[in-house]
């Protein structure tokens, strides 16, 4: 079953990624935003309503469009900033985050603000 696309918003990788160094409080509040972003975008295109079976994993394929202006971040910083979106995207299945297979991410082209694009399959 082929859920429905969603793109999220950039999330600046130099805040949320593994290597950043954000006080907890800032860092809390930022992943809080999106988290609840993710929250909004996928109840919007209905995840919320698909039931996952049980021990059935979801595919989880990334397209990172990166900002018109600066410098592009490594596909690794992109990814681990997009944690709290994950776990967001997870909650809303009612999955544990553990079930999501992240296929090799892919490279869009660049837009206005920058964007996530997230296709999800269940395996």
């Not at 800032?26 to 021990?55: C, E, F, M, N, T």
């Not at 990334?62 to 596909?75: A, E, F, L």
Request: aromatic content about 4%; hydrophobic content about 45%.
């Amino acid at each position: 079953m082929i859920l429905p696309q969603i793109k999220l918003p950039w999330a600046k990788t130099s805040e949320l990624s593994a290597n950043a160094r954000l006080h907890w409080s800032k860092r809390y509040r930022k992943v809080k935003a999106q988290k609840a972003a993710a929250d909004a975008l996928a109840r919007a295109a209905r995840w919320h309503l698909v039931s996952i079976p049980d021990g059935a994993e979801v595919a989880v394929t990334v397209t990172i469009c990166p900002p018109t202006r600066g410098s592009i971040p490594d596909d690794d910083n992109v990814i681990s900033a997009q944690k709290g979106a994950f776990d967001a995207l997870a909650d809303v299945l009612k999955i544990n985050d553990r079930r999501f297979r992240l296929q090799a991410p892919r490279r869009g082209e660049r837009c206005r603000d920058g964007a996530i694009i997230i296709n999800a399959e269940v395996a």
